[in-house]
């Protein structure tokens, strides 16, 4: 068709949609952006090439075309929904709330605008609104699996977690296939005996089709399942389908990542704190937690964020957000090379910006708490930006550390170096290296905290955390699994418990399985 009639551009359109589909996202690119410089006004175009570009991780160039397609023709759902999923995704949770607002007001029965408009809510911390708006929702539909699965997760992060095992529960029984309610069923619940459920999600991994994502988010609650039930072979087994379908589903460049990190060094030298001075800005309300995930950062904050005087808001994009404004890749000399021939006065008007964002969302606020365990490799600029601020680095045993996340279906893609054991070795080195150099350029900067330590002391760590915090002592801080606030994370259940000793030495069970890891752990 295209051969004949090169300007056909339904032909056109529809030929870069299969091409994306196939693996040639590249050549299919061309002829959607084709098909659309031929009918700039085709709102089913514009989505297409939205989601297309959402799905290659370009999610602001989306933004534009599903915006587009929400401009000319208002009432097109799916366009709207994309709108409202992709601003959730990039953090710009008012404007998101508001699509998906005015899509309830003109289809109140649509389901996924409500569903998206409740996880808009929980991404903003603004859980109890998410939860009344599920609920809300399944007054209209009592028995949609999806409504329940998302109320169950809200209650989940909530640390009710009877109610939450019961509304998996009941996902599972409408919907026996609904894979993420399973392994959420598994995160809440202690796998105690072979029961009946077990043998449930058992017959839906077999069913499920290989490489799906079911299967994978099977495998990784079977996994979970078995290592209550001290099956570590048959655990193991299960984490490495899981980390294997999931690994092969993403984009990770060991190489580039390397040099990200030897680039930050580089940069951040001895030389330029010397030549750099850092901002003036006194605001001491941040508290930034920051470590490799699985590491303590989630036991960490919660002990912090049960003192009166801080605010626990878990893990959030600002200071990423903050940096890339300031100082964008396209900066003079590139990011992060340019940086260090900035101004001075560059660290802090991005340091008042991620004030500025941090105060307009929690207000009144004495301190608050920034929970991104990946911040560890901008400890440079937050010194440069915040220097007031207070920097507190979670360690745990490497080991133990890299088979905590490869037990783990995180959300998200921010942890793709964790789906195999070599690369998510090499990357932990990487980030043992760059916490090493942070302490000889910034001596005293950083405040470490081990989560063995935590774990065999809980008294007198809590009590020299709080006092490097420069906090009274409250005995709040010992009770943190009876604070009510919400937990995002993969640890949002096992906050809610005592500290306990059994997970310290748990990865030596798991013997030679480790041993493309261990090999190569510095």
Known sequence: MLARQPKHAAAAHFLGLLLHQTG????????LEQSVQLQPTNPDFLNNIGTVMRD??????????????????????????????SLKQTGRFDEAEEMYRGTVQ?????????????????????????????????TIRPKDADLLHGLGVGLMEKGKLDEATELFRQAVAIQPAMAQAWLMLTQVKRQKERDAELAGMEAQHAKAPRDSLARMQLSFGLGKANDDLKDYGKAFDYFAEGNAIRRKGINYDP?????????????????????????????????????????????????????PQVYGA???????????RQFPSN????????????????????????????????????????????????????HMMLPKARIIHCTRDAAATCLSIYKVHFRGDSHRYGYDLAELADFHNLYTDIMAHWHKVLPGVVHDVRYEDFIADQDGQSRALIDYLGLPWDDAVLSFHQTDRPVRTASAAQVRQPIYQGSVDLWKRYGDRLKPLLDKLD
């Open 106 to 138: 003109r289809n109140p029965f649509h389901v996924r605008a409500r569903i998206g408009l409740a996880e808009t809510l929980q991404e903003a911390g603004r859980l109890d609104e998410a939860l009344a708006t599920f609920q809300e929702a399944l």
């Open 255 to 307: 190489v580039k990542t390397r040099a990200e990190f030897e680039a930050m060094k580089t940069v951040f030298d001895a030389g330029f704190f010397e030549k750099h001075r850092p901002s003036p800005i006194t605001d001491d309300a941040p508290i930034f937690v920051v470590g490799m995930p699985r590491s303590g950062t989630t036991l960490v904050e919660q002990i912090i964020a049960s003192h």
């Open 331 to 382: 900066m003079p000399g590139g990011f992060p090379w340019g940086v260090a021939d900035t101004d001075d006065k560059d660290f802090a008007e991005a340091g008042q910006a991620y004030l500025d964002t941090l105060h307009a969302r929690y207000p009144h606020m004495r301190h608050v708490t920034d929970k991104m365990p990946g911040n560890f490799l901008l400890v440079g600029f937050i």
């Open 314 to 324: 878990g893990e959030l994009n600002i200071l990423k957000t903050a940096v890339g």
């Open 56 to 85: 290659l991780g370009r999610v602001a160039a989306a933004i534009d075309f599903f915006q587009g397609a929400v401009d000319l023709r208002p009432e097109q759902l799916a366009a709207r929904d994309n709108l409202g999923s």
């Open 24 to 31: 040639r996202s590249e050549d299919g690119m061309n002829l």
